[in-house]
């Protein structure tokens, strides 16, 4: 089966230095990918390439949609691909303050995109707006309290909410965990696991936890200036890795 | 159309003949069908019932006019009335769309009225009679400073009566009396950008005009809903213009919205500060926004005017003294007196 994203070795430098060299990875529906590798190491860039919000220097994104079309992402017009992104793809950002519209109530945050798709009638997106809530553990009389009013954990259950209200097929995730306490922590990803199994979502997740990796992903890929030094199942990269960084990054865990 | 010989051609090759405004005003021509270039001259007596006004008066000039001599006609020099008119004219092919314009200081702060002045100069003609309102009053001071600017600057003749007027520059509320086809409507704008207060970013709004992603004016909508039980917008309430722009009707109480629709009169709306000028053609539909399970209604009030009596139009609340004594009235001065004297 062709992957749902591919990316064939995508570049993408910022004046002389290198962000991304060459990097190549899949994905299909059901996966959950996570790209780990140290601050700087290219994973954010890579992230927003994926997400068409950046053009790479050069490389392809291929993406197959609803009908089964294979497309490169260069070759769809903004348009398009600013639908794509409401309806098709989440994005569940690491600063919520980003992904969400922090004036504007959990609601009605979650009910954005639905109204962008057209759904006009108040009642229905209530309804489905409470039903997401719920999903993600949001207590049903939150729901008119503004973003601003909600714990950091909450916030990055309101964003997934917020993405997943339209039933996407691809969600890529930017340390959604980062800043969080560990229980706190433990709970989202929980939800996130549980989501992604019953969605069939497609999942990329950058991160610099190797326990989140673990926890969550079936493929690794390990990140180092810019290019994939390693990539493989998760538990086999993290338990025996091959690659010198990978090791090293292994090894640098501090056991609790 | 006859009129190529009076726009004068010396503007395109730079330079302000300082006396352009002695060679007649060719006025902003927008609707006019192409047969009735025979009729190009107005009735002497009556306004000119076409949505052109003002063909060049036959009397040119000579020391006719009453407006001093230090100024252009109408303030503005012809340069700048021929930038305002081609934006205008963009505005009025695209309804809906927001045009950009370099807007001119004006010898008024902003926030009264520089963008709906400008609109108001680039169009008038000699011919025009002029009302402007402000808050649906006649006799407010914005609206009687405006009225005396043209006045002394133009030498046009103004009116209260929304029946005379060929030009109506308002700041809040369309006059009650039926527009006609012969009327331009110009309204003051401070905000043009319907969706300034959910996206900050100027390059995103243009994006989402440019294709049509009009979600989020919903989400605001949802938000008064959730709030308030009800959609509590109720000026500036967005509206869909022709089926594609969304717009925002400048200060306008939702209460005028359904008089912008279908509307025989041309509508015109200027920004000065944020430089922008948008328009809704004769006859064109304008739906404003709603939910299925809460249709769009206007304000309706209980009591009727203290004044004229009467009852399901718009009212100000008045202060008439500090021990807590007011009264509702009508916000259109000239409908009400008009109904106060066809009462006697």
Same mark, same amino acid.
């Given at each position: 089966?062709?992957p749902l994203l ?5 570049t ?7 962000a991304c060299?060459g990097?190549?990875l899949?994905v299909?529906?059901?996966e ?9 190491s290219?994973?954010s860039?890579?992230?927003?390439m994926l997400?068409g919000?950046?053009a ?7 993406? @197959?949609?609803?009908?089964?079309r294979?497309r ?5 017009? $903004? ?9 098709d793809?989440g994005f569940?950002?690491q600063?919520a303050?980003q992904?969400?519209?922090?004036g504007?109530?959990?609601g009605?945050n ?6 962008g798709?057209?759904e006009?009638?108040?009642?229905h997106i ?5 039903n997401?809530?719920?999903r ?5 009389? @939150?729901?008119?309290d $503004? $973003?601003?009013r ?7 259950r309101?964003q997934?909410?917020?993405?997943l209200v339209t ?8 340390e $959604?965990?980062?800043?969080?306490d560990?229980?706190?922590?433990a709970?989202?990803?929980d939800?996130? @696991?549980?989501l ?6 497609a999942?990329?997740i950058?991160?610099?936890d190797?326990a989140?990796a @673990?926890?969550?992903?079936h493929?690794?890929?390990?990140m180092?200036a ?15 890795p091959?690659?010198a960084y ?7 865990v501090?056991?609790a | 159309?006859s009129?190529t010989?009076?726009?004068?051609s010396?503007?395109?090759g730079?330079g ?9 005003e ?10 009735d270039g ?12 076409d ?8 009397v040119?000039g000579?020391g006719?006019?009453?407006a001093p001599a230090t100024y252009?006609?109408?303030?503005l020099d012809e340069g700048t009335?021929?930038m305002?008119?081609r934006?205008l ?5 695209v309804?809906?769309?927001q045009?950009?314009f370099?807007?001119?200081?004006m010898p008024?702060p ?7 002045v400008q609109?108001?100069?680039?169009i ?8 402007v309102i402000?808050?649906g009053?006649d ?14 600057t ?20 369309i006059?009650?009396?039926p ?13 043009p950008?319907p ?15 440019a294709?049509?992603e009009y979600g989020?004016?919903?989400v ?6 959730s709030?308030?039980?009800?959609i509590a917008t ?7 213009v022709a089926?594609?722009?969304v717009?925002d009707p400048s ?12 509307c ?6 200027g920004a000065g500060r944020?430089?922008r ?7 064109t539909t ?6 299925e399970?809460?249709p769009?209604r206007v304000?309706?009030?209980s009591?009727?005017?203290a004044?004229c009596?009467?009852?399901g139009h ?10 807590g ?14 109904r ?5």
């Amino acid at each position: 089966m062709t992957p749902l994203l591919s990316a064939q070795s995508l570049t993408k430098t910022y004046g002389g230095r290198t962000a991304c060299a060459g990097v190549d990875l899949d994905v299909t529906e059901g996966e959950v990918l996570a790209i780990v590798g140290e601050s700087g190491s290219g994973k954010s860039t890579l992230l927003s390439m994926l997400a068409g919000e950046l053009a790479p220097d050069s490389g392809e994104i291929r993406y @197959r949609d609803r009908e089964g079309r294979v497309r490169a992402l260069h070759e769809i017009g $903004p348009a398009e691909l600013r639908a794509l992104s409401r309806t098709d793809w989440g994005f569940v950002r690491q600063d919520a303050a980003q992904g969400l519209r922090m004036g504007v109530s959990a609601g009605g945050n979650v009910g954005e995109r639905l109204m962008g798709l057209g759904e006009r009638h108040y009642g229905h997106i209530r309804t489905r707006a409470l039903n997401w809530l719920d999903r993600v553990e949001i207590a049903a009389d @939150r729901i008119d309290d $503004p $973003p601003t009013r909600f714990s950091g954990g909450m916030r990055q259950r309101l964003q997934i909410a917020r993405n997943l209200v339209t039933a996407p097929r691809l969600v890529l995730m930017d340390e $959604p965990t980062s800043g969080l306490d560990v229980s706190v922590q433990a709970r989202l990803l929980d939800l996130i @696991r549980r989501l992604s199994g019953e969605l069939g979502l497609a999942v990329i997740i950058v991160t610099h936890d190797l326990a989140v990796a @673990r926890l969550l992903s079936h493929r690794i890929a390990v990140m180092r200036a810019g290019r994939v030094v390693e990539t493989g199942l998760t538990d086999q990269v993290l338990d025996d890795p091959a690659d010198a960084y990978t090791q090293l990054l292994v090894s640098s865990v501090l056991a609790a | 159309m006859s009129d190529t010989h009076d726009s004068p051609s010396p503007l395109c090759g730079g330079g302000y003949p300082a006396q352009q405004g002695e060679r007649g005003e060719p006025g902003l021509r927008i609707g006019r069908r192409a047969a009735d270039g025979d009729e190009l001259r107005p009735a002497p007596s009556l306004p000119s019932p076409d949505p052109l006004r003002g063909p060049p008066s036959p009397v040119e000039g000579g020391g006719k006019s009453s407006a001093p001599a230090t100024y252009n006609f109408a303030y503005l020099d012809e340069g700048t009335k021929r930038m305002i008119r081609r934006a205008l004219l963009k505005a009025v092919a695209v309804p809906g769309y927001q045009v950009p314009f370099a807007s001119r200081e004006m010898p008024m702060p902003y926030g009264w009225g520089t963008g709906g002045v400008q609109v108001t100069a680039a169009i008038l003609g000699r011919s025009d009679v002029l009302k402007v309102i402000d808050q649906g009053a006649d006799d407010t001071t914005n609206a009687v400073s405006i009225r005396r600017f043209f006045a002394r600057t133009a030498g046009v003749a103004t009116t209260t009566r929304t029946a005379e007027a060929t030009v109506i520059q308002t700041r809040h509320r369309i006059p009650e009396a039926p527009l006609t086809e012969g009327q331009t409507l110009v309204y003051q704008v401070p905000i043009p950008e319907p969706l300034r207060f959910l996206e900050p970013r100027e390059t995103e709004t243009r994006q989402m005009h440019a294709l049509a992603e009009y979600g989020l004016m919903h989400v605001k909508l949802y938000e008064d809903i959730s709030r308030h039980g009800h959609i509590a917008t109720t000026y500036a309430y967005p509206v869909e213009v022709a089926g594609r722009y969304v717009m925002d009707p400048s200060p306008t109480p939702k209460f005028d919205n359904p008089k912008m629709d279908d509307c025989p009169a041309l509508q015109l709306f200027g920004a000065g500060r944020e430089r922008r000028i948008y328009a809704v053609p004769p006859y064109t539909t304008v739906r404003s926004l709603d939910f299925e399970d809460h249709p769009f209604r206007v304000q309706t009030f209980s009591e009727p005017c203290a004044l004229c009596g009467a009852k399901g139009h718009y009212l100000d609340e008045v202060v008439t003294d500090d021990a807590g004594g007011r009264m509702f009235v009508c916000s259109d001065t000239d409908a009400c007196e008009t109904r106060r004297e066809d009462a006697r």
